[in-house]
């Protein structure tokens, strides 16, 4: 995707961390921005603040695990603009479920899946028939996570499990555009094994209703205290990744027509590799790590 001026983006989850330093990073290159989040308040104070730098930019509350609220999401966002050419689907929640995959209750595994997972199938249900209808040049960009899409953490069970689902329908989704030489590309977004201050960690705290447990759950909630302390046991140190980076690295990804979007890091080259050299030589997956 080449050309950013006037033209229209649309990205969930768009109120905080990543999605918000995406919001920022495309109204920067002129582009008119859909802000899309499920809470109103800190999603109005992002309309606020891109406005107030000269940005044309409108917010709708929008719950990517209903597909009525995506589809709404699309209608307000061609009301407002005549058109969408860039599809960020970025929001995700961490969980909050540590732990043995079958201590999990089916609340903790619905949560995680109808946001991470299905929250990127709705996007994509809703916008690229219109996309496509439109026949202009467009970009779908799908975060994902090394935790999952590269190698699974063991104790993050549902996160990794989601993001692996992530990952693979973004492969399907780049392999079928280019099947019918659509003039849409698409990307799959690895934020980096560094880029923790996002709020997927806090998620947990604004689990909807409908998710919430009967009983108190077997495993405690990560936090971000907890998962620098495992960190450093297993011998890494801490040291963040600014999101601005992720949205810099997300727009020349989208720029040059990249699938894989991750920054350049050597731990992750490592797994990559090692996971690779398990694969072919058949052999126990010692690039598993657990923190």
């Not at 905080?16 to 899309?36: H, N, P, Q, T």
């Not at 009301?79 to 201590?103: F, I, P, T």
């Not at 989601?162 to 399907?172: C, D, F, I, M, R």
Request: one cysteine or more.
């Amino acid at each position: 995707m080449e050309h950013f001026e006037g033209r229209v983006a649309v990205i969930t989850g768009g109120a905080g961390g990543i999605g918000r330093a995406l919001a920022e990073r495309f109204a920067e290159a002129a582009m008119k921005v859909v802000v899309a989040d499920l809470f109103p308040e800190p999603l109005d104070a992002t309309v606020a603040e891109l406005r107030a730098c000269g940005h044309e930019v409108i917010g709708v509350v929008a719950d990517v695990s209903d597909f009525a609220s995506v589809e709404a999401l699309r209608d307000r966002a061609y009301d407002a603009y005549g058109a969408v050419h860039l599809l960020c689907n970025n929001a995700g929640v961490g969980a909050g479920a540590e732990g043995k995959m079958w201590e999990h209750t089916l609340n903790d595994w619905g949560w995680g899946l109808s946001v991470n997972v299905w929250g990127v199938i709705h996007g994509i249900k809703a916008f690229v028939p219109a996309m496509l209808e439109a026949g202009e040049e467009g970009h779908i960009v799908n975060t994902s996570s090394g935790n999952g899409g590269v190698a699974p953490i063991p104790n993050t069970a549902i996160y990794a499990t989601t993001k692996a689902a992530v990952t693979t329908l973004s492969e399907v989704l780049y392999g079928q555009l280019r099947s019918i030489d659509a003039l849409i590309g698409a990307s799959v977004l690895f934020p980096g094994p560094k880029v923790l201050r996002t709020g997927l960690l806090e998620s947990s705290g604004k689990r909807p209703s409908h998710w919430h447990n009967d009983h108190p759950r077997m495993t405690a909630h990560t936090t971000i205290a907890s998962f620098e302390e495992r960190m450093r046991a297993a011998g890494m140190e801490p040291d963040y990744t600014p999101v601005e980076a992720v949205a810099e690295e997300t727009f020349q990804g989208v720029r040059d027509g990249r699938f894989w979007i991750l920054p350049a890091s050597e731990q992750t080259d490592k797994t990559i590799q090692a996971r690779s050299r398990s694969m072919l030589e058949r052999s126990l997956p010692k690039y598993l790590r657990s923190f």
